[in-house]
C-alpha cells in the first residue's frame, strides 16, 4: 500500500532504515557504555565508514574524541555547528544534514 502511494519508495526507504540503524546502534552503544562504566573515565571517538561518499563535515570530524558524556560539534555546510553526542543524535537539535544517511559510529574507550 505505501509503495503503490508514491509516497515510499526504495531509495526513501533504505535512507530511512540507514538513518534510523545508524542512530539506533550508536545510542545503545552510548548507554550500554553508560551502564558498565562503573565511574572510569571515558571518551567517545567518531568514526566514518572511510566510504568514499562520506560527507566533508564527518570527514572532519573522524578520529576526533571528546570526553565520554559531552557532545561532539559537528561542523554544518553553513558556517554552524551541531552538537551531537553521537552520529545520528538529533536528541540536541541536530540539522538533518548531519544526521540523515549518515553511516558513522562512536565507540567510547577508557583514558
Not at 503503490?4 to 526513501?12: C, H, I, M, P
Request: hydrophobic share 35%; charged share 20%; aromatic share 8%.
Amino acid at each position: 500500500l505505501l509503495k503503490s502511494s508514491g509516497l515510499f519508495g526504495s531509495v526513501r526507504a533504505r535512507r530511512i532504515a540507514v538513518t534510523e540503524t545508524t542512530s539506533g546502534i550508536n545510542s545503545a552503544m552510548h548507554e550500554a557504555s553508560r551502564r558498565v562504566s562503573f565511574g572510569r573515565k571515558m571518551e567517545t571517538v567518531w568514526r566514518t565508514t572511510g566510504r568514499i561518499n562520506v560527507r566533508g563535515t564527518h570527514q572532519q570530524m573522524n578520529g576526533k574524541s571528546v570526553p565520554f558524556g559531552t557532545p561532539f560539534e559537528v561542523p554544518r555546510k553553513d558556517g554552524g555547528v551541531d552538537r551531537m553526542m553521537y552520529p545520528g543524535d538529533s536528541s540536541l537539535g541536530a540539522s538533518a544534514a548531519n544526521v540523515v544517511n549518515c553511516h558513522c559510529m562512536a565507540f567510547q574507550r577508557y583514558v
